[in-house]
């Protein structure tokens, strides 16, 4: 294994717990003449590591932005971080390729030792509509993201006049009731509940927040009694749960759900929809030619791949093996200590050593509910309410990293008690230039009289144009419309409609503008489609 | 004024200080009939406003990014909030029209008093690149962009080989040396200071903090003495100033500056650049048919637009007279006590009252150096060091609304005594679809081997093709270049240079893919470039 050259390089991909602990367990298992002819490289996009447990405090503001992060490198001492893209992983070349930074030069990392902790992404693709219209709940931006989503709702449910547009925008779904969906869920509806009183025409009852669990109970990580006493809890606080329901769609303004018994599909209005299931493999690792199982990269219980030389996998990335039989379930605890596993593995592989298998099978399980009240397994005893709630903190401020870190955390903790909720909306505004977008069958794209805001292609579907009650035309695949409004500015002529479920593609008015001046054939491809418009649908 | 109508509308555009505390001043001052029949309306962009002085504190991080800002909601009690954009202000119709929210529905409200408070925007149009490339210093957004941006430096200069882009990356540029300007580049500088102990690779004398100022002092606004001490400060700390000099142009990677004596343009490469100069009129005022001089509202004494009825303005986009014959200075100090009595005074008018004019002249200034000291004026006395810091920071308190808000500030004062700089980059994905680069004569716009990341079509100048050293061809307004790395996938097979000063939009990577496949006119187009520069052009 290149022993004979003066240089090694390991490289870890990812910056959550898995790859973060692997690069502190390898600073500190390597001797001064190891760290000197041996580099550790961590590639992560964020140049910080989210503590995830502590996300969910960020919707509300029990936390500070920046309080359930660390950075990598106050973690780390020696080991170089890029903050970039990973383009490619090359296994036969030995190679890894990042994304360019402020230049446009992709850079090409050689490796002996390569360590994938890249984690999993949410998979849009089974639910139409949520990849443009859902929330992720995963990154340190979702939860920022999410937070002034609900104070736009909230701002705009305070002078709606509408009651059913009011009733839209106050309700709040999250789909998925394991942990992380309940533990959004929660604090979503603390936060809501703590904002709404100051907007004045809001009522706290007004309020709606759903959860949609397609298993027959939540928080199946769980045992049995405690999810139920969990969901007594989030019941009583007004929180109406579906269970063994499926996410069926979701568009701009509403999700629509079905028992997975059968039965008619049912909509529920809403413009603030979380998703924080299922899981799908990151992308690098499905174009990765090396033995997976169900999107993870099969390891040895040495968090080797097998017949792959120097190729090391753990986190939720990986199917760890454990000695009680089952595969290692994606948390953190677990991370942490394949990271210490999988450093000393890569140590001993470079000494010549023999390898140590991973012996953890975890500690206990805990999730927040909120309001000073939480469920946890810990070590075998079952706790819940005030207690549970007490231990949550305690364990998680002990693990948080960074004594820093700690006295943050401590510091939002105690100022939370004195001060009320910050309802700001950091609004972190978005060029939706090009955007995609979604609508169940029946749904209204746009009325006659509304701004013209922007231009539609269709991808998928069928539209209708109408003018009154009456159909004047069916538009389909790769036809635009919206186009006008954009050009006159005055405002939409007529009302569109989704004929079946359609996808669309958008182009914003200031984008459309820039592209008709300058991108060529687009000027006289709409002044084409304008005349074509304006004799066949003048209403349009 | 319609005091026969049941209900009356007093609107308030503009949620900075003048806005703001006019809503404050009208509840306070209203009788309990008088709340009852008349309807105060703010319009803010933004829910919060914003406590400019300790904007620059959220560079550094001293101050929680949330934390120098104070929620309107808080603050009012009685006045109606809409967080929406200003499209039209009809002085006639006397009606205001807002942009759409969720729903693409303008909404249009009608006034008896119209309060225009606009302030002012950054003038983009004097410098060219600047409106492309330099990072504005007036909203809480900006200061958080500007920190990013600084710590996304720092981590690409801590990884970069070549020492002239470590250089360019470690060089910041603050144009403009008025309060703004410098207590925006010395807050910049001690967060860099300290932040660059957490990177290996990057030693403090590296760090190069550049102010630009056209004026032959900075701090035009203070008295001479208390400028060149805090000049002498900035200078100990290896701050570089350039007096009598202005900046002619920015570019991605380098700024122009010159001397207003004449002589040589000078380059100084840097990738952060900040621009606090000058002040530009809000487009919405430009466009009212009412009494301006140099861009800012002309009203009397009490704060009434001349023969406007119901019309009144203050704050920085109103040029408000005082009795000391002087225009009001674009100051929060000034700012308040112009609402209290533009508050009174529509109240008095609506009462038939006689109408009292504005006195307030002016308490004093501080501007805040960093690392404990300032320079400070007040009421008649000259403070300089810890003594005008402490001033600073005791006056900014007390003037901070809200005693949730004062505990929050001074929670993050005290923490920043005992914890290390936060040095965490919050990344805010910008969707860069479609925009606009400039470049200066001689610039590479890209090298032969880049990563294809954008296509570009000239707006303005010229650019020459490069084969090595030979000039291929040139290409001139509304032409293309770059597509084929965007279709075919290697790298750019050319180099392209500006010949001129050349402005150019780029479309990105994916949009371009979703705009050929769904545009229409763009593919042929694109297709039929690609089959011209094939002929002509092999090497592009």
Same sequence: chains 1, 2.
């Avoid at 499926?246 to 603030?272: F, H, L, N, W, Y």
């Avoid at 953890?360 to 079952?382: D, P």
Wanted: aromatic share 6%.
């Amino acid at each position: 294994m290149a022993q004979d050259r003066t240089s090694r390089r390991i490289v870890i991909l990812g910056g959550g717990f898995a790859g973060v602990e692997t690069a502190i367990a390898l600073e500190k298992g390597m001797s001064r003449h190891e760290r000197e002819t041996t580099e550790i490289v961590l590639v992560s996009e964020n140049n910080y590591l989210v503590f995830q447990p502590l996300l969910p405090e960020v919707i509300s503001g029990t936390l500070e932005t920046l309080h359930c992060i660390a950075p990598i490198r106050r973690l780390t001492r020696w080991t170089k971080l890029y903050t970039r893209r990973i383009e490619r992983i090359d296994l036969k070349a030995r190679q890894v390729q990042l994304a360019p930074g402020y230049l446009p030069k992709p850079l090409t990392l050689n490796y002996d030792h390569l360590v994938i902790a890249l984690g999993t992404q949410l998979n849009f693709d089974l639910v139409p509509g949520s990849r443009e219209h859902a929330l992720p709940f995963k990154y340190l931006e979702d939860a920022l993201r999410l937070r002034n989503r609900i104070v736009q709702a909230l701002e705009e449910a305070d002078n709606e006049p509408d009651p059913a547009e009011k009733q839209r925008l106050l309700t709040f779904l999250v789909a998925g009731g394991g942990f992380s969906g309940v533990e959004c869920l929660a604090e979503l509806n603390d936060f809501v509940q703590a904002a709404v009183h100051a907007y004045r025409n809001i009522r706290p009852e007004e309020i709606r927040c759903v959860l949609v669990q397609s298993g027959e109970r939540i928080l199946p990580e769980l045992d049995a009694g405690l999810a139920s006493y969990a969901q007594a809890i989030l019941e009583r606080r007004g929180i109406e749960i579906h269970l063994n329901t499926r996410m069926k769609a979701v568009s701009a303004d509403a999700v629509v759900i079905q028992a997975k018994t059968g039965g008619e599909p049912q909509q529920i209005p809403t413009r603030t929809v979380v998703t924080t299931v299922p899981a799908a493999p990151h992308p690098l690792i499905s174009q990765l030619e090396c033995p997976q199982e169900r999107g993870r990269i099969t390891v040895d219980e040495h968090l080797r791949v097998t017949d792959c030389d120097g190729l090391w996998s753990l986190g939720d990335c990986a199917a760890v093996p454990q000695k009680d039989g089952i595969t290692s379930p994606p948390t953190a605890q677990h991370a942490v200590r394949q990271a210490k596993t999988c450093a000393k593995n890569i140590l001993n592989s470079l000494r010549g050593k023999p390898l140590k298998p991973f012996l953890f099978t975890g500690l206990g399980k805990l999730a927040s509910l909120g309001q000073r009240a939480a469920v946890a397994e810990v070590m075998g005893i079952k706790l819940r309410g005030f207690l549970a709630w007490l231990a949550w903190r305690t364990i998680y401020l002990s693990k948080f990293p960074g004594w820093s870190g700690k006295m943050r955390v401590a510091i939002d903790w105690t100022a939370d008690i004195l001060l009320p909720r910050d309802i700001t909306q950091l609004r972190i505004r978005r060029d939706d230039a090009v955007h995609r977008e979604h609508f169940h069958t029946g749904e209204i794209i746009f009325d006659a009289g509304d701004f013209g805001d922007k231009l539609y292609v269709v991808v998928r579907g069928d539209v209708e144009i109408l003018k009154g009650a009456a159909i004047i035309a069916t538009l389909g695949e790769r036809e635009v419309f919206g186009e006008m409004a954009l050009v006159s500015d005055h405002g939409r002529s007529a009302t569109v409609r989704a004929k079946t479920d359609v996808d669309v593609v958008t182009v914003s008015r200031s984008a459309f503008q820039q592209l008709v001046n300058y991108l060529p054939g687009v000027s006289p491809a709409i002044e084409e489609i304008i005349q074509k418009h304006g004799a066949t649908l003048p209403e349009l």
